[in-house]
């Protein structure tokens, strides 16, 4: 079965840095491009980064210069390098192939980011 299991998410300061993770299992994870994705309280899921198979990356203009999305294929595990943390990085992060779609469908348990001002 599917699973996407992030973790390394916690509470910061600005300025601050965080590195998440998220562990994939059930797919063939060197094939997929992966994507990290994130829901702020109150508000709709949004596009954080993405990289490809072949390790091309893509960042909302938000986090560009500040975040680094990497991947590992012999651990099936995709990075989320977050440094220069603002409070409006607050969010649950959640990673997921971007082919799988935005809305619906399965999503892991997220990790929370939490910056302080």
């Known amino acids: 079965q599917v699973q996407l299991v992030e973790s390394g998410g916690g509470l910061v300061q600005a300025g601050g840095s965080l590195r998440l993770s998220c562990a994939a299992s059930g797919i063939i994870f060197s094939r997929y491009a992966m994507g990290w994705y994130r829901q702020p309280p109150g508000k709709q899921r949004e596009f954080v980064a993405t990289i490809t198979s072949g390790g091309v990356t893509d960042y909302a203009d938000s986090v560009k210069g500040r975040f680094t999305i990497s991947r590992d294929n012999a651990k099936n595990t995709v990075y989320l390098q977050m440094n220069s943390l603002k409070p409006e990085d607050t969010a649950a992060y959640y990673c997921?192939?971007?082919?799988?779609?935005?809305?619906?469908?399965?999503w892991g348990q997220g990790t929370q980011v939490t910056v302080s001002s």
């Open positions: 997921k192939p971007p082919s799988w779609g935005l809305t619906g469908g399965y």
